[in-house]
């Protein structure tokens, strides 16, 4: 079984073999280091002329990305930290998600930019934020953040190798060394090519009481919630898109359907989030059908600290989520 | 002064562990809040560990070892030679120790939403969680019987009647001949079959299984009870002795259209369906089951627990034991005796006496002669 981490390994391993127009840059992505959370290790050593260190510049590398896109590779390169993905924003935003329109879809953009997001390290508030919602609902881009319910392998090789789209792959820090999550009560729905929509109930038969649904890093926090919540009688699903935009609309209305009780999580900071626009196409899509009000969950509004006890009071917890379940059951 | 840990501190985002690299004060020997105790190492760099109170510092771990973040390098105790040992157990002991729940968090929810008080059913479940289902369950049990108006007038309210085993035929034949009767009335069912609690079978609760009796008796939830199993007559007589040895009362169900001559003795806990006849001087001891159209003819005598098919027929004088099953339409000639715990099936002439646990078998097409 592979982990989260061996599975990005594996991934990058296998696109680089499958395809000679694969390429990987970053900062410090090569052996020794392989890579601040060693995603890249031991790829420059099979692969070292595929595999680049490139010097900081964010917005540097990424445009020499774009431009190795639009002719012809499938390049795919590392932001050592999501935070920094302000810095190549105007990359992202203005060229990679736009040339294919502007140029009437005579060129594509098949780029993979791979970044860590998260807190629950201590690394303060620059190193861990979750900014994947600043690019999502910009046209021309996919964002996808697995959980540690998918398998990554499977899914960065697809963004490689068979995406033509530029893809925004967010990876969570602390999901890196776990074991990819199976279980008998998982089902799986890919509304969106390539990108799955995993379900983990904690019931063995009958109905939900409470669909959750979150993405990336809390699938940490709520595969352990469900045991606990299982042992107080309550039946949930937790869904898992890997797709954040575009959202598989028809497959989280589906299992929100189910009870009519939703709670929506996220580890960005509240305000103008991933969540909201989950809730309003819930909203439309189930007017009349839900038991409650959508419960929207995500992180204080506020700079993250770096120390331990501060951190966790910020970043959103099991507790918070716990406590909404039991709120809207209410 | 109380002891006082030492633990280590997470000193590096990225690690979770840390190198004893020395001692900076001998084991056993003074310190005073802000020395230096020792040096720990990270991969990036050496810190010092200080005391947080005076005393004397008592090491737990050895020099060169790597110890994790959080994990107990030390304690500071008020005497040199002090034994800590208690200390650091009930330090464990708490660490590890969880509340015990007595209920489910989802039981908690549907208890307050039915007004239930947890309290009520700890007692019940000293040993077990208290689940969604036994709450359920409790509610049930609560609104037996309770009627604004009758229960205001006990004295003269119709017998409250509680079916016992009566999910299946014979409670549903018992509960169309109760509404057919002015001063008796079905207020609840038991049954062994889950799947039916918490439904009604017209209109009447199916609350819970048979053994629920006994709570449902001492909070004078009914008045007499009445069991519906027709098929086995081993499940009648323990059903009946497990009740009656809780001090529970029986009721005598009569349908209406049946008749029921002068002179008739009957004991407690007889069912007795449309049309069945008890002529008069005739004796009927306890919980039989007599089907329709059934007729005990004049000076007959039933013992207890027997079952009766549809037109059963005695003729006069009969002896009839204890758990005797008769099938459909056996006859019975007059001042014959059938003892204890036979078995006669449908559409048996019985000529003569049967003896203890006899089990008669039909006979057809008796060629009596060839015609020449």
Known sequence: MASYLSGLQSGLKEALTANRKVIVLGEDIVDPYGGAFKVTKGLSTCFPERVISTPICEGGFTGVAVGMALRGFRPVIEIMFGDFLTLCSDQIVNHMAKFPDMYNNQVKVPLVIRTPMGGGRGYGATHSQSLEKMFLGIPGIKVVAPSHLHATNDILKYAILNDDDPVLFIENKLLYPLEQHVHVFMEQSVEISGYPTVALRNFSTGKPDVTIIAYGGLSLEIVPLLAKLHDDELNVNAVFPSSLWPVPVETLTRYGAQCGRIVLCEESSAGFNWGSEIAALLYENLHGKLAAPIARLASASQAIPAARQLEIKTLISAQDIENAVWELMS | ?372
């Open chain 2, 1 to 372: 002064m109380n002891t006082v840990v030492v633990r280590m501190p997470v000193l590096n985002a990225n690690e979770d562990q840390a190198i004893i690299v020395d001692w900076c004060i001998e084991d056993k020997k003074a310190v005073n809040r802000g020395n230096e105790i020792c040096i720990v190492e990270t991969t990036k760099a050496a810190h010092d560990i200080v005391a947080e109170a005076d005393g004397f510092i008592r090491y737990l771990v050895k020099k060169g070892q790597v110890v994790k973040n959080d994990q107990l390098i030390a304690v500071i105790t008020a005497t040199p030679n002090e034994d800590y040992s208690d200390f650091i157990t009930s330090l464990e002991k708490s660490e590890s120790a969880t509340t015990e729940r007595k209920w489910t968090k989802k039981a908690e929810l549907v208890a307050k939403k039915l007004g239930v008080d947890l309290a009520d059913l700890t007692a019940k479940h000293a040993d077990s969680v208290i689940t969604e289902a036994d709450v359920l369950e409790f509610n049930k049990s609560r609104f037996v019987g309770k009627d604004l108006l009758e229960d205001a007038n006990p004295n003269l309210r119709p017998q409250r009647i509680l079916l016992i085993g009566g999910g299946a035929g014979g409670g549903a034949i018992t509960l169309e001949t109760l509404s057919r009767i002015q001063h008796q009335r079905a207020v609840g069912i038991l049954d062994n079959n889950a799947a039916l609690h918490g439904k009604t079978i017209m209109g009447v609760p199916v609350i819970g299984n048979n053994n629920l009796a006994a709570e449902l008796w001492q909070k004078k939830d009914f008045d007499a009870a009445i069991i519906c199993v027709t098929a086995s007559i081993i499940d009648r007589v323990t059903i009946f002795n497990n009740l009656r040895d809780q001090g529970i009362c029986f009721a005598n169900v009569i349908d209406p259209t049946s008749v029921v001559k002068s002179y008739v003795s009957m004991g407690e806990g007889n069912l007795i369906m449309g049309n069945a006849y008890l002529a008069p001087f005739c004796v009927l001891g306890d919980n039989n089951f007599l089907a329709s159209h059934a007729c005990i003819e004049h000076h007959t005598k039933v013992g207890n627990h027997c079952t009766f098919g549809p037109r059963f027929t005695t003729s006069g004088a009969v002896t009839i034991g204890n758990q005797v099953k008769f099938g459909m339409g056996v006859l019975v000639e007059p001042y014959l005796t059938i003892e204890d715990s036979c078995l006669i099936p449908s559409g048996c002439v019985l000529t003569q006496n049967l003896p203890f646990n006899s089990v008669v078998k039909m006979q057809h097409n008796q060629v009596i002669k060839v015609r020449s």
